[in-house]
């Protein structure tokens, strides 16, 4: 059974820092490229970053570039995305993904 678990998301203010992971299990891992979503309340779905199966690729949306990091840790199943300088526009719910798998989301909240 494949499962994409998120946590780490949560309220913080604005100019603040969030590390979301995505733990997977029941499928190779290491074998398909990853990715970060994001779901606005009223918007739809969209990519934030993508990372190739060994991380020696990364992508990000502009908005994000500079502000965001992807990485993976293989050994591991773990997906991670480093958020700093959140601004109140990062506020979604956010998905890992990796071939037609999805996580259940993990909610980010970037609030004063």
């Known amino acids: 059974q494949v499962q994409l678990v998120e946590s780490g998301g949560g309220l913080v203010q604005p100019g603040g820092s969030l590390k979301l992971s995505c733990r997977a299990s029941g499928f190779t891992f290491s074998g398909w490229d990853m990715m970060w979503f994001r779901q606005a309340p009223g918007k739809e779905r969209e990519l934030v970053a993508q990372?190739?199966?060994?991380?020696?690729?990364?992508q990000y949306r502009d908005s994000v570039k500079g502000r965001f990091t992807i990485s993976r840790d293989n050994p591991k199943n773990t997906l991670y995305l480093q958020m700093d300088s959140l601004k109140p526009e990062d506020t979604a719910v956010y998905y890992c993904?990796?071939?037609?798998?999805w996580g259940q989301g993990t909610s980010v909240i970037v609030s004063s």
């Open positions: 993904n990796g071939g037609i798998y």
């Open positions: 990372i190739s199966p060994y991380g020696s690729s990364t």
